[in-house]
């Protein structure tokens, strides 16, 4: 684990968060036992201002929060990372609007980034329809978030550079129809089923631009680039579960040394603690490249280019050696890890899972 621990979590709380979260694997879904804690701990609103019930972490102080939140557990760490990333378009929506909707202590967005919905632009809003796969916590989500190109007069409306228009938009959960499709083997509790709409009337209010120049609240974390926060935040969460999968690995490892002798046990801790030193150089190195950027946001008004290229590849550098490190320590623990209801299965299946996600897959 990282020196540096925001969560004031004791040892008996993450142990209560590791059995509720075990058994919402079973369910498929956060249970409401799980969700009560999330809510008292304003997990969801980790970057909403404390007008909104917010903590109004800065990106550096959240980022230590979601790696620690999925080393407790990678469902748990992975929904609260993409649900208070979309919470965050509180802050490109009116603020009349967003006042109303997220000052509720449950309020939960979520949705998809893909551009696969259209929005007939009308008189007083937009008609939408769409279908819109991998909504992480659609279960618990209160409110939908999609994509969409705008048509207006039956034909597609363009930029100067003759790309589509793209809105995002956001749905009471009350109109969208959720199609139960997650099937996959990690991530069990995320629950990132698909959804979609039909001809569906929103009013302009619901639809948003995800950029500085368009937010309607002044917070740095609002004028910060959303990639670079996106990249960040999807390698720290694979960062927590690798640090949980090495910490379970060399517990497993310990327990076998009398079985596989000396030798080999002394080959499998020198790679366990060599791949555990290696992640924590990585992991230091993004974490001081996103402290360098928001440094600048908070005092040159925009990170450089420099940094913000600087923590896209190193969130892909840590992410990859996370992947190669699981897959080099792996076979050291034995036959009795490929149990699916084994701790360290469960981590490694959510590990795996999560390293589908296309944002950081390749090198730029």
Known sequence: ??????????????????????????????????????????????????????????????????EQLAYIDGSLGWAITLCAGANLFAGYIHNKKATSIFSSPKVCFGGSGAVSGVAAKVKDGYIVNGF????????????????????????????EDNSPVVRSFFFNKKDVIIHEDW???????????????????????????????????????YQYPFMPLAESTIAVNTLGMTRRFIELA??????????????????????????????????????QWVQISWNELTSKGQPSKKSITRISDKSRDL???????VTAIYPYCGLAAT??????????????????HGLLTFKR
């Not at 369910?27 to 909104?52: D, Q, R």
């Not at 659609?138 to 207006?152: D, G, K, R, V, Y």
């Not at 996959?184 to 995800?210: C, E, R, Y």
Request: charged share 25%; proline share 4%.
């Open 1 to 66: 684990m990282n020196k540096k621990q925001p969560l004031a979590l004791n040892k008996e709380r993450i142990d209560v968060l590791r059995r509720l979260c075990k058994e919402a694997e079973k369910k498929g879904y956060l249970s409401n036992a799980v969700l009560k804690i999330v809510y008292e701990e304003k997990w969801f609103k980790l970057f909403l201002p404390k007008a909104y019930g917010g903590l109004e972490l800065d990106l550096p102080e959240a980022l230590r929060y979601e």
């Open 132 to 159: 819109w796969r991998y909504a992480t916590g659609a279960p618990h989500l209160t409110h939908f978030t999609a994509n969409c190109t705008i048509e207006e007069d039956g034909q597609p409306l363009l930029n």
């Open 183 to 221: 099937y996959a083997m990690g991530l069990v509790a995320t629950a990132g089923h698909s959804f979609s709409v039909k001809n569906l009337k929103v009013p302009f209010g619901q639809s948003f631009v995800i950029d500085a120049a368009h937010a309607s609240l002044k917070d740095s974390i």
């Open 250 to 287: 060399l517990e497993i490892v310990q327990k076998r040394q009398s079985k596989i002798g000396e030798a080999a046990y002394t080959i499998a801790t020198e790679r366990i603690h060599s791949e555990q030193q290696k992640t924590d150089r990585l992991a230091e190195l993004l974490y």
């Open 319 to 325: 992410v990859h050696h996370c992947r190669t490190a």
């Open 339 to 356: 149990n699916p209801s084994s701790d360290i299965n469960r981590v490694f299946r959510d590990i795996f899972t999560g390293s589908q």
